[in-house]
């Protein structure tokens, strides 16, 4: 169950000018929301001016709306209708009635003409809308339109609405994933950094929870017999309280929380385990936990879970395929060179719903090898989620603060093929058409790091839209071979 993800309500006021009918407006609102089937609260008040606006926007906020759809049912009182994104405390998308009534001379209502005049009044004003591609249409063209934007207004408001909790310092051998927290603040988000020692001192406090066994029970279920370590349940079951409890105790006047945690080379001794597999626990429930205190790495999980309502995961964009890999189980079978593909990784926190039958809780190959002694059992590195990662379609994607402090972000739609990896971890083969060439002048060539954000689906559309509104200028996409990146040398 989704818990941390905003529920959107939609509501839609119609505005009119003055010098053409009302009636028209509210003859095609009308329209659009029998369109809508009930998933549209419709305000009775057109606005035609300020006072209107001021009436409309209250009635909307007390129906509960937290998100808007300006309707422009003919040219449109430019004022008004842009001040209802200042007053109102949520994101607004601002649409245009087609004509299409059989009268161009009473039915005409110009609204082509006035979201022009719309849109030039929302910069004027310094004030964010969001505009469809194409935002002009019929009802039976602007209802997809509006469903469209449900997914981008929940993440908007989820972004709103978001702290972020830190556990530690960012490790001094991944400084990837250190980045100037001012594009956070930028975002409206909050974030709260806290010591690793504070995470410990909060567990040891949870011994003895009365919860702990029904939650252990749950990971068991989850897992099935001979997944898991029986041992490990009852102190990972505490860590997963100790997060929760600290999520609820400190979110403060936010709705929302996502995590970024340190989880080497200190915590595995020091709490016993691994704490991988409670990640992915409550990354399935809308609450990432990125690793590695990757900040903008739960951000961008955070962002996913909302566009998608579905588990998200982060992954390493980790080893190349080997060519006799690709060569025996993906030539001539899928539609992918060589460098198409890639292995995505991480030690164990993708949700197992997302993962293949065979996964189970495991340990973390190379903290053992670093962190106890040769040839002795895996103990304390125990607590990972492995397997193989269930192919499907996938959404590879990141929002990032670069070292000047400028927000980027790339998006590239892909899937992990059902190919077998043969190696250890949560792991899949993933195929992005033109990876290569992504992979060197978006990803190289901007500095990103090597964390990504993996949406089991496609979502690239929604995302995009939502880091355009979030205001993010430089959004890197996967380019087909007849669109050469600006550095991209044209002789090679």
Known sequence: ??????????????????????????????????QCRGGLYECPVTVENEKDMLKAVEDVKTAGCNALVVFLGNFGPETPETLIARYFDGPCMFVAAAEGDGDLINGRGDAYCGM?????????RRLKGYIPEYPVGRAGELGPMIRDFIPIARAIIGVKNLKIITFGPRPQDFFACNAPIKGL????????????????????AH????????????MAKEM?????????????????????????????V???????????????????????????????????????????????????ACVSLDAVTILDINNSVPAEMWESQIKDKYDYSLTDTFMGFHCGNTPSCKMCADRAVKYQLIQ???????GSEPDFTRGTLEGDIAPGEITFFRLQCDSEGVLRSYIAEGEVLPVATTSFGGIGVFAIKEMGRFYRHVLI??????????AFGHYGRALFEVFKYLGVGDIGYNRPKSLPYPTENPFA
């Open 116 to 124: 022009l005049n719309c849109s030039y009044n929302l910069g004027m």
């Open 254 to 304: 936010r709705k929302y929380v996502a995590f970024a945690d340190k989880c080497w080379p200190a915590f595995p001794e020091q709490f016993g385990f691994e704490p991988c597999f409670v990640n992915s626990r409550l990354a399935s429930r809308g609450i990432p936990v990125s690793c590695e205190v990757d900040i903008y790495g739960a951000l961008s999980e955070y962002i996913g």
């Open 207 to 218: 011994a003895g929870d009365a919860r702990i066994k029904d939650v252990c029970a749950d």
């Open 224 to 252: 099935g017999e001979g997944r898991y370590f029986p041992d490990l349940l009852e102190r990972m079951a505490q860590f997963e309280l100790t997060l929760l409890d600290w999520a609820e105790e400190h979110k403060g």
């Open 368 to 374: 053992h090898r670093l962190l106890e002694p040769a």
């Open 1 to 34: 169950m989704m818990s941390n993800i905003p529920e959107v309500k939609l509501g839609i006021i119609a505005v009119s000018r003055d010098c053409f009918p009302i009636a028209l407006s509210e003859k095609r609102r009308a329209a659009i929301v029998k």
């Open 445 to 454: 060539e901007k500095r990103f790091p090597h964390h990504g954000a993996v």
């Open 185 to 204: 603040y930028e975002l409206g988000i909050e974030i709260e950094e806290n010591s690793e020692l504070d995470l410990l001192v909060s567990y040891k």
